[in-house]
């Protein structure tokens, strides 16, 4: 079943937009359910304020990810504000062309290690994502309580926008994603940009972002001087699993600065 859906997102857009989709609607199901048992955290007032920005794959959009803020129920997140933006319509080229909610242009699916770059497309995209970080720092965040987490188009997306921010943030969590430039990149990338700590998570049976361009984001990041931590989920395809999701939340909540 899975080498048939290969196949079919190979020769279908269509398919492909929904099986991207499709991930993110199970993984709602699920959020939404645990939410109606447990009330949403008041807001702390010791609790550190902090900052997180999810950027959703291909052809999904923000709102349809917002049950994720959710499962994050630990007292640390009770000053947390969650943005879920929607990227704008675009056409893409793996998709023959077709618009659809997309950050930047992706040229072949699956995705490989060797995949040509749309680098220009993307460094557009990472522009409007510092505007986001930029007015959340402004309104009184410490930059090291923001935290930019992304599956699949979305984690190539956080990958860039961290590694090319002018400070060091709290982290880039990195879901089903691939390295979205070349390596003469790297030299742009600010001193204060590689201390910001990356998490990359992905399943080693995906068929849309293939594992092997997963794990060529820790050489990659080495290179530059930057910490990777790297978590391989067997049996997992191209969607994001609760267990990544929790591990997400103790990963943050490590990483967060104190209000005092």
């Not at 899975?2 to 269509?14: G, R, V």
């Not at 997180?52 to 630990?74: Q, Y």
Request: proline letters at 8%; charged letters at 15%.
């Amino acid at each position: 079943m899975a080498e048939d859906m290969h196949s079919i997102l190979l020769t279908n857009p269509t398919v492909l937009l929904a099986v991207i989709v499709g991930s993110t609607i199970i993984f709602i199901l699920f959020s939404q359910q645990r939410h109606l048992l447990s009330p949403s955290p008041k807001p702390d007032s010791m609790a550190a304020r902090s900052f997180v920005l999810w950027l959703h794959g291909l052809g999904d959009s923000g709102p349809a990810n917002e049950p994720i803020k959710t499962l994050f129920r630990s007292p640390e997140f009770r000053n947390t504000k969650w943005s879920f933006p929607s990227a704008p319509e675009n056409p893409v080229t793996c998709n023959y062309g077709m618009k659809m909610p997309s950050w930047f242009d992706i040229h072949e699916i699956p995705v490989t290690a060797d995949s040509p770059k749309a680098e220009s497309d993307v460094l557009k995209a990472v522009q409007n994502v510092h505007a986001m970080i930029d007015k959340e720092v402004a309104a009184g965040t410490n930059p090291n309580n923001v935290f930019v987490c992304g599956f699949s188009q979305g984690g190539a997306l956080t990958l860039a926008s961290v590694l090319l921010y002018p400070k060091k943030l709290g982290g880039g969590a990195v879901f089903s994603g691939w390295v979205p430039f070349n390596s003469s990149m790297i030299e742009k990338f600010p001193e204060d940009a590689k201390k910001t700590p990356i998490l990359w998570s992905h399943g080693m049976a995906d068929r849309t972002v293939l594992f092997e361009a997963g794990q060529a984001g820790p050489p990659f990041l080495e290179q530059a001087g930057v910490t990777c931590e790297f978590k391989a989920y067997p049996g997992l395809g191209h969607s994001i699993s609760n267990e990544e999701l929790q591990f997400l939340e103790s990963w943050i909540k490590t990483r967060l600065q104190s209000s005092s």
